[in-house]
């Protein structure tokens, strides 16, 4: 990118804590501003620019923190590269698996089961036998991934918390329930039903080799499929969870969904049922948040449509907020090539590691 075209400046979408430092990531851009959690200033830049940039229509990137770093995935189809403090420090691929979590284990990966419809002429048929059982990949210490079966018929969801990863699973026992026929051309017969779960995996622990009901289900009240979890009536206006937990701190944010009013922000702390803390956010939009050293950093924006301005917010107890001066900082040499060659799909191949057998892929640790 030639000075004559403009410089770009740091526009924040999301934010980390991990490596003991703030990431404040870009919206667009292969870069994030490192920001030392005490001060509160700018430690250095980190830019993973080697990564091809997400193809058109394929969906935003994936980001998680693990305990030295972030893990980006810009596509499914393509690499999964850590990056630490650094740059790109470690690059797998994931057979078409798109990244889910991170934690101490490594870095997560699964594809949902395409699933048929089971059509049979009787109640007793039993299902198609499956031509191999779903699994997970993740990311083993020493570089490759691990192949790790879940004893099931179908992984149908994933979630996750700071500690765990939640899978919808279906499995025995099975029903076939009688399917109407006619309505919509389709055929009568019996339809093949599974029962369902949810497995919880810890994320910190070692990464098991098989995954089962008997030693992972989950003992909570949770239902399969994509859930919405709020701490109270606040949420953001995406129905999405919003939430960081420090210790025994837990910070929650978003809208009031009836009076779309100012973003409220709560913290509590242990069991007690009283928010510690609660502040306003007149104005302001939340788009992403974490908690570390004490603190909450918010990559917030105006909430006019659309929105002029962007900043990261730091709160605390006091219920002071701060706003940490993020965008005055140039990424212009961190940028992708603005036309070049590299980021066109002819191209993007010949700017990744060698493909590794499918032996060392699923390989086990």
Known sequence: MSAHLGRRYLRPRYVFFTAA????????????????????????????????????????VRIAAGESGLWIQNHRDGPLVHVGIDGIDRSEYTEGHHLIAAGRAGAWCMTTTRRH???????????????????????????????????????VSAEFDESSLYLGVEHDPWERVPRVGGAGGKRPGFELRYSSSVLQIPLHDP????????????????????TSEYADKYYNENHRRKRAFDGDVRW????????????????????????VTTLT?????????????????????????????????????????????????????????????????SRVRAVLPARPRPNTVFGQS
């Not at 009901?213 to 989950?218: I, M, Q």
């Not at 929650?252 to 928010?275: F, L, M, N, Q």
């Open 252 to 275: 929650y944010w978003g809208k009031d969904p009836i009076a779309h009013g100012p973003t409220t922000v709560r913290a509590y702390r242990g069991e007690d049922p009283s928010p």
């Open 207 to 226: 990464a098991p080799l098989r995954i089962d009901r008997d030693t992972y289900l989950c003992a909570e009240n949770r239902q399969v499929g994509y």
């Open 117 to 155: 419809n089971d059509i049979a002429p009787s109640p007793d048929t039993p299902p198609r036998t499956l031509r191999r059982r779903p699994a997970l990949l993740v990311t083993k210490p020493d570089g490759g991934m691990r192949r790790v079966e879940v004893d099931a018929a179908a992984i």
């Open 281 to 345: 956010l007149p104005g302001m939009d939340v788009a992403h948040g974490v908690a570390g050293a004490g603190r909450l950093w918010l990559a917030a924006r105006t909430a006019a449509r659309p929105a002029v301005g962007r900043a990261v917010l730091s709160t605390g107890f006091d219920g002071g907020i701060a706003s940490l001066i993020t965008g005055g900082i140039d990424i212009t040499d961190r940028c992708w090539p603005v036309g070049s060659r590299a980021t066109r799909p």
């Open 21 to 60: 430092h703030l990431w404040v990531v870009d919206e667009r851009q292969p870069v994030a501003a490192l920001i030392d959690p005490h001060t509160e200033s700018l430690a250095g830049l980190v830019a993973w620019t080697d990564l091809p940039p997400t193809p058109p229509g394929s969906g935003p």
